[in-house]
């Protein structure tokens, strides 16, 4: 019996990855993609430029209504949807900006899955509706001014005063802080580590914003100062104590950064493609020499290991199968090659790399921030050392 003919060659998925969607991925993807493409990219060179995310309540709302926020999470008006499929959505939200994403991934893999794995059942019903629709956005407040990468140093403490519980300290670089409506804060107690649940409305709460930022310029970050904020005992999250609690929950974001650092990677791969086939020099489209195409074979093939990688992930995450070094393992291969296609893409399109008209240098600085948080390089490398060697380096 003879075999079909392959299909012809797709510059743009070049492995056939599209194959390994159902038509559901694809629906969700498309869905995600196309309000990007309507709602963002038209308008984030500007916001990127002035330093701000204008009417992010209306697009937290916006998200909401297509399902993008806790959208794996299960019930409570939650989407329900399968860890490849949110994995798409960041991927498509990245590949607009990296500030979008953050929104998406702190709204729903930090704030929203800390109250739905480990809140009580009236926490959920009080807060989880109100956050999947956007009515309500939230923030996930863990890292210290002097303590990132070390959280069990932390020095925000909780202290037990009747039946309320008493926060003191300072949260950093906190994500949706000054927008936010509540937030989950880690907090240092006598019992360890706790998780609470902190309407930003209470008294002795207070989130300035971070200005002066060279990368993701396009988002909300703060600072969180907790000025003897007093809380209900019933504030405090029951399903969590150690650290933990606030480590899972990281990892249910650094899988989604697996996906999305290729959603910036593939813009500014797409944009040198483009250019390349349109930018002539010495009589000819640059995409014609030799280093150019070998700048963007390379490329491509970074790319879409990447996305491959990203897939298999999403495949054991959906088996219930997905290991944290795993994810370790996606967040520093697929953020790191993100960096140097974004690199690689600005060579080719020369000085015009570094204008807002392209996408290329905008990527290019959000990932350096991409590159650090939610675990540093040097972090991800130490969790994999571990698992590979048996022993523990953390501690030098």
Not at 153 to 176: F, H, P, Q, Y
Request: glycine share 12%; proline share 5%; net charge negative.
């Amino acid at each position: 019996m003879s075999a079909s003919a392959p299909p012809p060659f797709d510059r743009h998925d070049p492995l056939g990855l599209d194959d390994l969607l159902s038509d559901e991925d694809r629906a969700v993807r498309d869905t995600v993609r196309r309000w990007a493409g309507e709602r963002v990219l038209p308008f984030v060179a500007d916001w990127y430029e002035s330093g701000e995310l204008p009417g992010i309540r209306e697009l937290a709302r916006e998200l909401g209504s297509i399902g993008a926020l806790g959208m794996s999470l299960e019930g409570y008006g939650c989407a329900g949807a399968s860890a490849v499929q949110y994995g798409l959505a960041c991927l498509e939200l990245e590949a607009a900006d990296s500030g979008i994403r953050s929104l998406v991934s702190v709204q729903g893999s930090l704030a929203m899955y800390a109250i739905h794995r480990f809140g009580s059942e009236e926490q959920k019903q009080q807060w989880l509706p109100r956050m999947a629709s956007g009515e309500v956005i939230g923030c996930f407040a863990l890292t210290e001014p002097d303590h990132g990468s070390d959280p069990a140093a932390m020095r925000t403490t909780a202290k037990r005063d009747g039946s309320d519980w008493v926060l003191n300290g300072r949260k950093m670089w906190i994500t949706n802080g000054s927008v936010a409506g509540v937030a989950v804060v880690w907090a240092g107690t006598d019992e360890g580590i706790r998780g609470f649940v902190v309407p930003t409305d209470a008294p002795g709460f207070s989130a300035p914003e971070i200005k002066h930022k060279w990368s993701l310029r396009a988002s909300v970050t703060s600072e969180l100062v907790l000025d003897g904020v007093r809380l209900p005992a019933d504030a405090v999250l029951p399903g969590a104590t150690g650290l933990r609690g606030p480590l899972s929950c990281l990892s249910h974001a650094r899988y989604g950064i697996v996906w999305g650092s290729m959603g910036a990677a593939r813009a500014c791969f797409e944009s040198a493609l483009e250019y390349s086939r349109t930018r002539e020099q010495f009589g000819k489209p640059i995409g014609g020499f030799q280093l150019t195409q070998g700048k963007l074979a390379d490329m491509a093939v970074e790319l879409h290991k990447g996305i491959l990688l990203a897939h298999h992930l999403g495949r054991r995450m959906d088996a219930g199968r997905l290991r944290p070094e795993q994810i370790s393992f996606g967040k520093l291969n697929n953020v790191r090659e993100a960096i140097e296609i974004c690199r690689t893409a600005r060579t080719i399109l020369g000085a015009n790399g570094i204008s807002l008209e392209y996408p290329v240098m905008r990527h290019a600085t959000n990932l350096e921030s991409v590159l650090t948080y939610e675990g540093t390089v040097e972090m991800h490398q130490l969790v994999l050392g571990k698992a590979l060697t048996g022993l523990d380096a953390f501690r030098g």
